[in-house]
C-alpha cells in the first residue's frame, strides 16, 4: 500500500514512517509538514492513501483536504490527530474524508489505513459516540431516502442506528423482532450501497 504522510511534526512523520514501513505492508513515498505540501505532493503522486494531520502552520489539513477532494473526489484521506474536537470532526465527515482517528490510539492506525483502501469508512469509538449529539443538533435529514428505495420504517431504523442504538434497542422501540431489524438493516444497507452500521451513521449524519 502506497501512502503519504503528513504531519508539521518531523519527529512524527518519521516515527510513523519507520513503524508502518515495518509491517512490511506499507510504503511511505512521500512526507510533507503542512497543508500546501500535502496538496502538491498528492498531485504528483497519488497514494493510495493520504495520512494527514490536521493542525499546522500555513494551510491546515482540513484546507489542504478540501482542495484535493474537489480535483480528486476518490482521493482516500485519513486524518490523524491529537484533536478530538466536535468541529474539526463535522468538517472532515462534510469534506468526504475517509476517517478521522486519534494519535492516542496508535494500535488502530494499520488497520485503518487497510479499511480505508478498501473504501471503508473509518471514525475511532471516540468520534463514534458523538455522532448522535451531532445528528440531534442537526435535526431531520433532507436527503430523499425514497428516491434509493428507502420506507418510512427504514427510516425510522437509520435515525435510531445514526443515534447509537444496538438491534435489540431498535426491536424494543419498534416493536419488532431482532431478526426482522437484522432484515431491514441488510436491505437498507444494499439500498445505499453501504457496508455497514457504522458507515450508516455516518452516510445520515452527512446527508
Do not use: W
Given at each position: 500500500?502506497?501512502?503519504?504522510?503528513?504531519?508539521?511534526?518531523?519527529?512524527?512523520?518519521?516515527?510513523?514512517?519507520?513503524?508502518?514501513?515495518?509491517?512490511?505492508?506499507?510504503?511511505?513515498?512521500?512526507?510533507?509538514?503542512?497543508?500546501?505540501?500535502?496538496?502538491?505532493?498528492?498531485?504528483?503522486?497519488?497514494?493510495?492513501?493520504?495520512?494527514?494531520?490536521?493542525?499546522?502552520?500555513?494551510?491546515?489539513?482540513?484546507?489542504?483536504?478540501?482542495?484535493?477532494?474537489?480535483?480528486?473526489?476518490?482521493?482516500?484521506?485519513?486524518?490523524?490527530?491529537?484533536?478530538?474536537?466536535d468541529e474539526y470532526i463535522v468538517q472532515s465527515l462534510k469534506l468526504g474524508a475517509k476517517g478521522y482517528i486519534l494519535k492516542q490510539?496508535?494500535?488502530?492506525?494499520?488497520?485503518?489505513?487497510?479499511?480505508?483502501?478498501?473504501?471503508?469508512?473509518?471514525?475511532?469509538?471516540?468520534?463514534?459516540?458523538?455522532?448522535?449529539?451531532?445528528?440531534?443538533?442537526?435535526?431531520?435529514?433532507?436527503?430523499?431516502?425514497?428516491?434509493?428505495?428507502?420506507?418510512?420504517?427504514?427510516?425510522?431504523?437509520?435515525?435510531?442506528?445514526?443515534?447509537?442504538?444496538?438491534?435489540?434497542?431498535?426491536?424494543?422501540?419498534?416493536f419488532l423482532s431482532e431478526g426482522t431489524v437484522r432484515n431491514y438493516l441488510s436491505s437498507i444497507?444494499?439500498?445505499?450501497?453501504?457496508?455497514?452500521?457504522?458507515?450508516?451513521?455516518?452516510?445520515?449524519?452527512?446527508?
Open positions: 500500500m502506497d501512502i503519504i504522510i503528513v504531519d508539521d511534526d518531523p519527529f512524527v512523520s518519521l516515527s510513523l514512517k519507520t513503524i508502518l514501513e515495518s509491517s512490511g505492508e506499507i510504503r511511505v513515498l512521500e512526507i510533507g509538514k503542512n497543508g500546501q505540501e500535502a496538496v502538491a505532493l498528492y498531485e504528483a503522486h497519488h497514494p493510495q492513501v493520504l495520512l494527514m494531520d490536521i493542525r499546522m502552520d500555513g494551510m491546515t489539513g482540513l484546507e489542504a483536504a478540501e482542495h484535493i477532494l474537489s480535483r480528486n473526489p476518490e482521493a482516500k484521506i485519513l486524518f490523524l490527530t491529537t484533536f478530538l474536537d490510539d496508535f494500535e488502530s492506525l494499520l488497520p485503518s489505513l487497510k479499511a480505508v483502501v478498501k473504501g471503508q469508512n473509518v471514525f475511532g469509538n471516540e468520534i463514534i459516540t458523538r455522532l448522535p449529539g451531532f445528528i440531534s443538533q442537526t435535526g431531520h435529514s433532507h436527503y430523499d431516502y425514497s428516491a434509493k428505495g428507502i420506507t418510512d420504517k427504514e427510516l425510522e431504523i437509520i435515525e435510531l442506528v445514526a443515534q447509537g442504538c444496538s438491534n435489540r434497542e431498535i426491536a424494543g422501540q419498534l444497507l444494499e439500498k445505499l450501497e453501504l457496508r455497514d452500521r457504522t458507515q450508516l451513521a455516518v452516510f445520515f449524519y452527512k446527508n
